[in-house]
Nanobody
């Protein structure tokens, strides 16, 4: 079974930085687009940044110039380097990936997977 496991969240002061990581594991054949979403209390989940298998990136306007998404294809890992964090960045951050994998039945399936989320709190 494919799993996405995030790490690196925590409490940080305004202006600080955190590096989030997301490791994909399982009987993975290939990983296509990967991304980070976030959901603040009372708000809808929103896309923060995404990266294609070829390395092309996309960011929501509010994090441009402050966040950087990257991936290590050999390690099946995607990262989100955050900097100049603001209180409004406080949210649960979720990893997302489109993964082609071998299921328990032996069938090869491509589908969207989500991690369990990691809390980022920006507060003084």
């Amino acid at each position: 079974q494919v799993q996405l496991v995030e790490s690196g969240g925590g409490l940080v002061q305004p202006g600080g930085s955190l590096r989030l990581s997301c490791l994909a594991s399982g009987r993975i054949l290939s990983i296509n687009d990967m991304g980070w979403y976030r959901q603040a209390p009372g708000k809808q989940r929103e896309l923060v940044a995404s990266i294609t298998s070829g390395g092309s990136t996309n960011y929501t306007d509010s994090v441009k110039g402050r966040f950087t998404i990257s991936r290590d294809n050999a390690k099946n890992t995607v990262y989100l380097q955050t900097s100049s964090l603001k209180p409004e960045d406080t949210a649960v951050y979720y990893c997302n990936a489109v993964i082609v994998a071998v299921q328990a039945s032996g069938v090869i399936v491509g589908r969207n997977y989500w991690g369990q989320g990691t809390q980022v709190t920006v507060s003084s």
